[in-house]
Nanobody
Framework: QVQLVESGGGLVQAGASLRLSCVAS????????MGWFRQAPGKEREFVGE????????YYADSVKGRFAVSRDNDKNSVYLRLDSLKTEDSAVYYC?????????????????WGQGTQVTVSS
């Protein structure tokens, strides 16, 4: 049974940083592209960033490019999302997901496994 468990969310002020973690079980993460998505109340789930396999190339949504960074540690079966210079509009539930595609290009329908999410709230 595949499980993805996110952690690291919280309440922070604008301009602060957070580091989200996602630990996978039931799959070998080195064989998956790992992505991060987010969903704010009343909005659709949107792509944040992904790190591919092999090669660990990273791609980001324009809204977070230069502020967020995705990384992976295959030995720990973990993927991370570093969030810097947080804005109030970054408030959302953040989800990690796993895809067997080399480059899903942020398409949620190409991700097979999803975590339950971790809440990030940014206050002004």
């Amino acid at each position: 049974q595949v499980q993805l468990v996110e952690s690291g969310g919280g309440l922070v002020q604008a301009g602060a940083s957070l580091r989200l973690s996602c630990v996978a079980s039931g799959l070998i993460m080195s064989s998956y592209t790992m992505g991060w998505f987010r969903q704010a109340p009343g909005k659709e789930r949107e792509f944040v960033g992904e790190v591919t396999w092999p090669g660990a190339s990273a791609y980001y949504a324009d809204s977070v490019k230069g502020r967020f960074a995705v990384s992976r540690d295959n030995d720990k079966n973990s993927v991370y999302l570093r969030l810097d210079s947080l804005k109030t509009e970054d408030s959302a539930v953040y989800y990690c997901a796993a895809s067997t595609m080399f480059t899903p290009w942020g398409r949620p329908d190409l991700y097979a496994y999803w975590g339950q999410g971790t809440q990030v709230t940014v206050s002004s």
